[in-house]
């Protein structure tokens, strides 16, 4: 069980920044781009970094086009309401993310650290004779 998780903490973690990355840099590179990158730096620091990190390494990978796609296809339905209301960006994609790209995004932060403490009260191997 515990080699089970010694792989599940940092594999899901991976697959989570994965997508987060991808979705705001897709956001990022979108038709309301600036609108989001306007308000992030306001309202949500997570957003505007994992919107750098994102853009950087999709741009790194050329594969900012499939990001924005990927974007488009979770909150493409809502870029008409920022582009209605530029000051409320944030609020209206996080709105209209669904459950899955919302717990990514909150929750990556959260298994990060449930990882690092799993980590650190994992069971260790007693050595009780040393050989010399």
């Not at 089970?4 to 940092?10: E, K, T, V």
């Not at 989570?16 to 620091?45: I, T, Y």
């Not at 853009?55 to 909150?75: I, N, P």
Request: net charge positive; charged share 15%.
């Amino acid at each position: 069980m515990h080699r089970m998780l010694a792989w599940l903490f940092p594999l899901l973690f991976l697959v989570m920044l994965f997508a987060d990355l991808a979705f705001w840099c897709g956001v990022h590179n979108g038709p309301v781009g600036p609108q989001v990158l306007r308000s992030a730096q306001k309202e949500a620091p997570l957003a505007l970094g994992y919107t750098q990190a994102g853009d950087a390494l999709f741009g790194a990978l050329g594969m900012r086009q499939w990001a924005t796609g990927f974007a488009e296809r979770r909150v493409g339905h809502a870029y008409r309401e920022v582009e209605a209301v530029p000051e409320a960006a944030m609020d209206i994609v996080t709105r209209a993310m669904s459950w899955g790209m919302r717990a990514a995004h909150a929750g990556l932060p959260f298994l990060l650290v449930a990882w690092g403490l799993w980590y650190w009260r994992r069971p260790r191997q007693v050595q009780i004779i040393r050989h010399k």
